[in-house]
């Protein structure tokens, strides 16, 4: 293999879009912009934060007391369950289509505590956070074919609140990456036979260089077409293909895989990594959805230190992702550095 | 039409991605990151600028006394014209699909001076970096099926140099956008033997309200599907298909339209205005291009002011792009702007 000294593309099998891997532009110096390393809030409680146990939000309304999980419904959700109709009057033509979208954005504040990231939370809390995921995705696929779990973490991705919380977008309808994996998730099963999904875990435990966590019920790796510089996907070693199936014992295995995973991130540049994530389910209205798999992905930022990000710019929106480190290269790196979290080691 | 009122969705005909619309959303608070607003360079020569004329590269190599543009080899380019090949052992499978990409990454700088961005240009020289992109194009088509003409703006858009210009990366296969443009583009000339582009602006100019600017050899729209707060389109009104064939007067054309597309950008929030932009060619392998049409984008960040920009984050990466601003009120602000760009008004 070559990998690691010459440029090439490589495929995401779940998209069917390519990624151009350039390994030996590692090493080019970099002039450009320096973020703001994130400053980490070293409050338990907040008075001011509106999302920290009894306080005010914008609404007037308070917060209870909680002491676990607490979900609200977004004061400014991007969808309304009571959209109305778009009326496009150039409706029948190809190159205008709209339609309204029907759904509900729910915030999930993931402890009372302002402090506490998700690697710095015990698995106890965290298993808190994946029954709460679990119980909002139950109920919402009732209602709506697309449940959207996920987390913007850092002011870099576009939080607007430190205190440490994930977000819930439902609707009627499948958004683009589902319905683009979809598509190609369906294809390999009636190609195959089998699941994409549990053939790839089934490969990467052979390969090995790609895997960072590997427990009885979760896989963790940097996919071989990952974009971002420390992408990860974490997939379901069941035949799961969504949240609500899962068992008591495989969510108590994803709290401890999801700890030990932001754990290692924190560790790469020794900071609160940055980073947006999210779970894929099968969308709740399929006849079958035996070619799903329930998964998670995680897209952090960084790339060289605390403060320089990689910038999915120009080529990247205009032609395809492009990345310098390998897959193996980060898988290497998120393997090596320690899984107990930089600021709870007794030096 | 209930655009303004209600979230709904639009579909991208060109790539058959949606795009999540939520004008109701404008008016949330931000509370977020604020970017560094981008500092102008105010030096017309700078002795530190690898950029300038006569100065010393990082490879050692002294740039010329260019009086117009100048272009050279990227010292770390993404791709080179000699990779090894990629000997992928899980090649036949296709859960790993890798190939070797062969190309060339060229820089363009725009002019001698340090301190001019294309609305501070004349028109003339526009027309010089027109000529030269038509120039590259020519040349590198004969030997790469894919030419990717682009320029990011300002540091937020990763730019790593003040110094104006833009990137050439060409290389032996098809992006993925370009790949997927292909098939949307042939799929509506198949079914309606006509050109999608051709059809659109014809479509944009009787709706008239997300029209920018209108000469007689393009038209500058803010796309019906754009994702970006501001984003455009530009498409040639003649039945062009690549840069190579424009004539003299289809680019003096362009140079004029460039030059008040980013006077627009740069009043609207009276700074220099970041974006990442860049050409979409029909690929150069093609047997039948008839499906194509020249066109280029303006993507850029930002939101509400100078300093806050449009996160495409957690939602965006892992459902669809949301965007707040109707394209038909951002089309309304970059009409309602001057013409005239703001350091050179006469108060
Ligand atoms: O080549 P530059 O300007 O150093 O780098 C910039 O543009 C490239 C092409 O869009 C991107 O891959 C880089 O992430 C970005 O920082
Ligand atoms: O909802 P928030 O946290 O205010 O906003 C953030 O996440 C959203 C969902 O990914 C994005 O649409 C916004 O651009 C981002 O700033």
Redesign the interface.
Known sequence: ???E???????N?LT???V?V?P??NN??????SE?AQVKDSKRYDESCPLCPNNER?NGVSNPDFKQTFVFKN??????DM????????DT?????????R?ECRVVCYSPNHDETLPEMSVAAIEAVVDCWQEQFTELSQDYA?V?I???KG???????PHPHG?I?AHD?H????ATKNVHLKA?LDKHQSN?LG??VA?ELI?KDRVIIDNPHWLVVVP?WAAWPFETLVVAKDDVTNMSQLTSEQKQCLAKTLQELTIRYDNVFNCSFPY???W?NAPSDLDDDSHWRLHG?F?PPLLRSATVKK?M???E??????R?LTAEKAADILRGVSDIHYAKETS
Chains 1, 2 share one sequence.
């Open positions: 293999m070559q990998f000294q010459s440029p090439h593309r490589r495929r099998p069917g879009q390519w151009l350039s030996h532009r080019r110096p970099w002039l450009g912009a703001k914008a004061d400014f959700g991007a969808i309304n959209p109305a109709d778009v009326i496009n009057e150039q033509d190809e190159l205008f289509v709209a339609q309204s979208a759904g697309c959207h996920f987390e913007n002011q870099i991705m576009g939080c607007s609140q977000q977008w309808y958004s683009t990456e589902i390999y994409l053939d790839y490969k390969a071989f947006s994530m999210g894929h992905h897209y910038h710019v120009g080529y929106m205009l032609a395809e992702s492009q310098d």
